[in-house]
């Protein structure tokens, strides 16, 4: 794989990166992704972590051959194998995962959460291992890095995926500072502070400070990395979500006067390296909500969105020259 | 014989996504934003239809309303996102188009509004009330205020402390709007509801009687009705003319001005709870219309039990045929005014006052807060300038935005009241507005074929007629429906543009959309040159 790629291409044209993430196990929003190479005519795909999917919906059989379902709410009770392949289409298309399974089976399930997180871990595993393959296969022969990570969703369990397969195209930038090209770097984290929803990948903001120092310490001119850290900067506009009280199952929107409360969910220590390092751009996910764009001294920081559920891919284009941003275009396909 | 359960979700410890605005608040919202307690209707539609029925054209612009609302709860449930219109027109037109319609059509046009706001606030919710307990209790402190707030510089000085208060309102948080507007919801709801029996405990003969009293002691006239009902005659007022359809059907368009913004809601679709649940885009949208046409039918058939067709005849008088003598304080016979002049109570002038003060008020905080969300759309797909789209770190709201409405909108405050060919100049604010909701029809009826993802990943791709999606059914009706309110905009002389004797406001329309293509234009060439197109911004990627 050229670490230092982009031959042939001149050296004042930017650099230019497609960036998205938290695309949570949607495969119509993954394929997308790995399109927009293409389509936005980039250098590089740079993933901002999430790749796991949410919901896994088991597909039950019965002795007449038929399946029964729920998915948002509503029964569901398929009797060919078509309506099966539509059902699981769709559900592949929200990001969900899907598991046939005899009643005797789905008893074994229900009510074991440790049971069901193993299925989780193996159906997400599966998944984003035919995602590398696809990735590998739709980028051969062409010059385009495609740059994959996990976010605080993700279990170390399922990214092990990520190299679990031969790879050309695709780079495991999780935890690493890659090459961009000859003269940018990228720093990438997945972690997040912790949540409402006890994800699998949380850290304290301190340890995510060092994980940051410990990345940053060997990036010889930080000026010129590209911080993709997944969680935001805290208190950033990019950051923002409702305030949800834990103490419940989902978690709750807290009230107070009768009005939901917003606040910042970022990482201190994110606001801190952009601040103290300066680095080309800051690239952010995990507050699907809060898609905006803001400004830490010279540094441009992003945070596309995500609309995953609707199969649409919100994103980034950045192009970058020298250090600096020259140009960008959030998306929406 | 009973189904067998259907299996329960699996699910894991996953981040998720919450929204702020509950669907009753946007219903609320849609309805404030009609502003059924003074609307246009009713001093408008009589004089200039004679023979008319009022209360059966409302009935024709709910009708004709109704696909156009049920296209947009399709759109709504597809693309819930903040910047509503433009995001469903950028996405099926193309960027260029839907960023030149909405921007140079509610962006700019809407500007109107925030001044018209500030008139309302003055000249209906002020100027009234004080002049109405100047009456009710005898005080010329009260009624010299009154007259002040309806004279041209009171109401630029109400114009502009409006449009200031809204904006600290709405930049220091839009939780402190959500919050003020439930106070405006049930004060003018109570308001409404007061109007509403007064109209229906009198009758025409005892009403005249009241309104002479009540104009004697604002203006100090006598005999005001007779005076007011033979300068009508004068006018042109046919006070027993016969039942005319197509006048009636005309009626449709004006009571559209006032139905149309069913729909404002899809502008913040990005901060409504459930906004992909069609039953609550259904409630918000299709819900707050039907409330909203109930209310103005029923105020109608309030004012023909209270005042008679002749009295609301000789109140639409004052406003479309210029018939001075229909005016009491200087100020047109808008329900409201009608209303308190029936009552002697000042407590029951004041409960009306404030519910239109109010409203007033929620005015000009829907025209912020709608085009700030599409100025921010806009800034975020790169067609405005980045700054536009900044949010404020610790209020968490568009301030930029907000403050370059809040600029844009003095000088057309200014002209609105102080440059006398202003109404001439800008009576293509109807047509302008109508015609972004027609064409967001459209965009809806093309949805399926030209977002065909998108489409079909929403809720509502299920629905069909025989193999036509059901948005196609309601978008082509509502753009043929729509569309003839907004033709007639253009057309029809009573209506619109057609107004006027010279070609100089259809110039301003398309003056404002060719300023809408110049800055697309100058932002598309300014991204080319750092290598970036906008129009990446509504391209679609083929998953495949």
Known sequence: MPLFGKKGKATTDPTRLFYASDIHGSQPTFRKFLNAAKFYDVDSLVFGGDLMGKLLIPLVRDARGTWRARLQGQNHHLTSPEQLAEFTKNLETLGFYWQEMDPEEYGQYEGNQEKIDGLFDVLARQRLAEWVELAEERLAGTQVTCYLCGGNDDTDEVLKALEDVPQDRVVNCENRVVPLDDEHVMATVGYSTPTPWDTPRERTDEEIAVVIEDLVRDVEDPSRCVFNFHVPPLDSTLD??????????????????GQPVYYGAGAQAVTDALERYQPTVGLHGHIHESRGATRFGRTPAFNPGSEYGEGVLRGLIVAVRGGEVVGHQFTSG | MAEAAAPQVFTRRASGLVRVMSPYSAFIYNILTMGVIFPWTYIWAPAAFQGSNLTLGILFAFLFELPIALAYAWLATALPRSGGDYVFQSRVFGGGFGFTVVFAFFVVWILQWVALSGWLLAALGIAPTFLGLGATTGSQFFTDIGTWAASANGIIIISVANALIALVLLVTGFRNYVRFQYVMWYAILISFAVVLVLFLTTDPGSAQGKLDVFAGKVDGVSNFYATARAAALDAGVSFNPPFWLWGTLLVAPIAWTSLQWATYSVEQGGEIKNAHVFRNQLFIIVGSLAATAGMLILLSLAMQKGIG???????????????????????????????????ASPLIVAIIGVGFILNSFQIVCNCYIGTTRIMVAQGLDGLLPEWFSRVHPKWKTPVNAHLAYFLGALPVIWGFNKVGEWTRWTLGVTFANGAVMVLSALAAALLPYRAAKVYEASPGARYKLGNLPMVTVFGILGFVLGGFMVVSFFFVPELGLAYSSDALPWYIVAGTAAVGLIVYWIMRTTKAQKGIKVEYAFAEIPPE
């Open chain 2, 309 to 343: 067709e002749e009295g609301i005849l000789v109140a639409s008088s004052g406003y479309y045929l210029g018939n001075g003598s229909a005016l009491i304080g200087g100020g047109y016979m808008f329900p409201n005014l009608i209303a308190m002049g029936l009552t």
């Open chain 1, 240 to 257: 923002t979500c409702l305030k949800l009280d834990a103490s419940d199952w989902p978690p709750t929107p807290v009230i107070e006067n």
